[in-house]
């Protein structure tokens, strides 16, 4: 009878225990599967993400190159009025592509990098605003006056200092792998101790 036990107990541990490994094999395939899945989607949402940055942020580059004051000589205001115009339309030619693409990265977001993009293109409006004045001042024949250039220098900083957020922000937003924790975790001992008191 003792035998009897032994051999059904043996044989009920034996399939529980086989039980158990098929339970935890399932369990580590889902987990596997679900690793996989959600690697698959940050993949798919990263590619037209880094896309759309790349494309703002060589656009901002494309901007940030053509410097009007590099192309007039100090001392040679008739160079200046005369070639101002087809300066000044260069440049404001150079800002429509960040015009039309700030919009896209930050529609990609995530919310900080829409809040980088917005501001990218608020400052690309302001430097858009300072041409546009100055080309009006080159059309009629003059020379802008030295507040004019402090305007479009200041425009011309906003758009950079927007630029360098906006890359940041890029940057974090493409090297989210989604596995940071929501909270700090806290030690063990922390936690007993925290319980105690």
């Not at 030619?93 to 829409?114: M, N, S």
């Not at 430097?127 to 030295?146: H, Q, R, W, Y």
């Not at 493409?174 to 063990?188: A, V, Y």
Request: charge should be negative; aromatic fraction near 6%.
């Amino acid at each position: 009878m003792n035998e009897g036990i032994a051999a059904i107990a043996g044989a009920l541990a034996g399939s529980l225990g086989t039980i158990a490994a098929a339970i935890a094999t399932g369990r580590a395939s889902r987990e596997q599967a679900r690793i996989t899945a959600r690697s698959e989607f940050l993949r798919r949402r990263q590619e037209p993400r880094e896309a759309a940055y790349r494309k703002v942020i060589e656009a901002v580059s494309a901007v940030r190159e053509h410097d009007l004051r590099d192309h007039f000589a100090d001392g040679l205001e008739e160079q200046w009025v005369s070639q101002g115009v087809s300066y000044v339309r260069e440049a404001l030619d150079r800002c429509q592509p960040v015009k039309e693409r700030w919009q896209d990265a930050a529609l990609l977001g995530p919310a900080p990098v829409t809040q980088a993009a917005e501001e990218l293109g608020a400052a690309n409006e302001d430097l858009i605003g300072s041409l546009e004045a100055l080309l009006f001042v080159f059309g009629e024949g003059a020379l802008p006056t030295p507040s004019m250039w402090e305007a479009h220098d200041t425009a011309r900083e906003r758009l950079a200092n927007a630029r360098k957020a906006f890359t940041t922000c890029a940057q974090a937003a493409l090297n989210d792998d989604g596995t940071l924790p929501l909270r700090p975790q806290r030690h063990w001992f922390q936690r007993r101790r925290n319980s105690s008191q």
